[in-house]
């Protein structure tokens, strides 16, 4: 079954405490991103990637770190959480070009106090 | 700024009836518009993708239609069922990285 899994599911950290949510897809997709969902502001794109080891800002980077070592494997890396980074996560991915579905994630809930 | 505007915010219809999403975009020049639905707590899930050179596209009761132009795109639900109900997001494509905008939704209640 084709799948985009993210993992934890749900994370309530402290401010400062390094975490990392893992994204993994099935569908060898080129392409893959990072969006969080907050309520009055919609989805906003975080980072994404074209390929392996390419990568580039969306609209919101800040606070966040990702890295793509290999085509399956997206994680999102939260240096030094704050609770303002408290928020839904999701992940996706795509083959790419204007054809073709971009699937995402069930989401990450988390709560840094 | 690119943004995307989605009308009306929430609806609420008695089962049966047929309704239309509306969502309009500032920058047209798009790859394609997807149309999600979203369960409360849950991820999204695709409906119907138009790209950017399509007019229209059909899934069981559902029919999106896209007026790259105009920057809009309606969403058609024809007999509107309990189980439809849900927040519906409409999200142009921005670039090949995945750059989806997304409106605000419009959530949807279908009541029995």
């Known amino acids: 079954e084709a799948q985009v899994t993210q993992n934890p599911r749900y994370l309530i950290t402290v401010t400062g405490k390094k975490l990392t949510v893992t994204c993994s897809q099935n569908?060898?997709?080129?392409?893959m991103s990072w969006y969080r969902q907050d309520p009055g502001l919609g989805l906003r794109q975080i980072y994404y990637s074209m390929n392996v080891e390419v990568t580039d800002k969306g609209d919101v980077p800040e606070g966040y770190k990702v890295s793509r070592k290999e085509k399956r494997n997206f994680p999102l890396i939260l240096e030094s959480p704050s609770p303002n980074q408290t928020s839904l996560y999701f992940c996706a991915s795509s083959l790419g070009g204007a054809g073709n579905t971009i699937y995402f994630g069930e989401g990450s809930w988390l709560t840094v106090v | 700024k690119q943004e995307v505007t989605q009308i009306p915010a929430a609806l609420s219809v008695p089962e049966g009836e047929n309704l239309v999403l509306n969502c309009s975009f500032t920058?047209?020049?798009?790859?394609?518009l997807q149309w999600f639905r979203q369960d409360p707590g849950k991820g999204l899930t695709s409906l119907l993708l138009?790209?950017?050179?399509?007019r229209e596209q059909t899934s069981g009761r559902l029919n999106a239609s896209l007026d790259k132009s105009s920057g809009r795109s309606t969403l058609y639900i024809a007999a509107s069922q309990p189980g439809d109900s849900a927040t519906y997001l409409c999200?142009?494509?921005?670039?090949?990285?995945?750059?989806?905008?997304f409106g605000q939704g419009t959530e949807l209640s279908v009541k029995p």
């Open positions: 999200a142009p494509l921005y670039n090949q990285g995945g750059k989806l905008i």
């Open positions: 920058d047209s020049a798009i790859y394609n």
């Open positions: 138009i790209q950017s050179s399509q």
């Open positions: 569908m060898n997709h080129e392409y």
